[in-house]
Each structure stands twice: as structure tokens, then as C-alpha cells.
Nanobody, 125 residues
Framework: QVRLVESGGGLVQAGASLTLSCAVS????????MAWFRQTPGKEREFVAV????????QYKDSVKGRFTIFRDTPKNIFSLEMNNLQPDDTAVYYC??????????????????WGQGTQVTVSS
């Protein structure tokens, strides 16, 4: 079983930065594919970024490329999302997610087995 606990959300102005963290327990981060998704009211959960546990491949949603970066702190088992130049359209509840096998880039929420509780990010204009 994998347990995920997020932290780091908040209210910021446009152009500001935030870093979200996801503490992972139950498995080593080395073998877990990790992703960030986000969701706004009335919409489906959408893919933001993914990082493979094996091989280190990453992939980002087009609208966050160059602004968001995902990090793995393997010794501490923490998966982070650094968000720069935040815009009002980035306002959402952000979730970290994990899947174990096979180690492939997956961008659909239904393909992830484990989820954190979510953390609110609000960007004012």
C-alpha cells in the first residue's frame, strides 16, 4: 500500500511561486511512478506532470512547461512540484498520485491507484 500526503498549497498573486510537496510512504520512491493532477469544480481531474521512478523520464502538460518542475527527494521519499509564474488559470486543487507497474508515462487519472488528499492552490489576478 502507498500513502500520499500533500502540503504546500495556498493563496498567491499572479506571477508568484509555490512548491507543493507529497510525502510518500509504503514504497521507495525509486520504484514508483509519480504524477501531479489538478481539478477545478465541475471539471475532470487533469494531468499536470509525471515522473517515472525508473529511468527518470518526465512529461508536462503543455501549459505548464517552462513554469513547473517536478523533483524527487529519494532519501526523504518526497515528491515535489515547483510552480513559478503562477497564473489565475492555475487555480485548482492539486493532487499527487502514484502507480507501481508497468513503469510507463501515463496521463489519465484512472491509471493511478494511489492519491493524496489534495491541496488548494489559488492564484489571484
Amino acid at each position: 500500500q502507498v500513502r500520499l500526503v500533500e502540503s504546500g498549497g495556498g493563496l498567491v498573486q499572479a506571477g508568484a511561486s509555490l512548491t507543493l510537496s507529497c510525502a510518500v510512504s509504503g514504497r521507495s520512491l525509486n520504484i514508483v511512478d509519480m504524477a501531479w493532477f489538478r481539478q477545478t469544480p465541475g471539471k475532470e481531474r487533469e494531468f499536470v506532470a509525471v515522473s517515472l521512478g525508473q529511468g527518470g523520464r518526465t512529461q508536462y502538460k503543455d501549459s505548464v512547461k517552462g513554469r513547473f518542475t517536478i523533483f524527487r527527494d529519494t532519501p526523504k521519499n518526497i515528491f515535489s512540484l515547483e510552480m513559478n509564474n503562477l497564473q489565475p488559470d492555475d487555480t485548482a486543487v492539486y493532487y499527487c498520485a502514484a502507480r507501481l507497474w508497468p513503469p510507463e508515462v501515463r496521463i489519465r487519472a484512472s491509471e493511478y491507484s494511489y492519491w493524496g488528499q489534495g491541496t488548494q492552490v489559488t492564484v489571484s489576478s
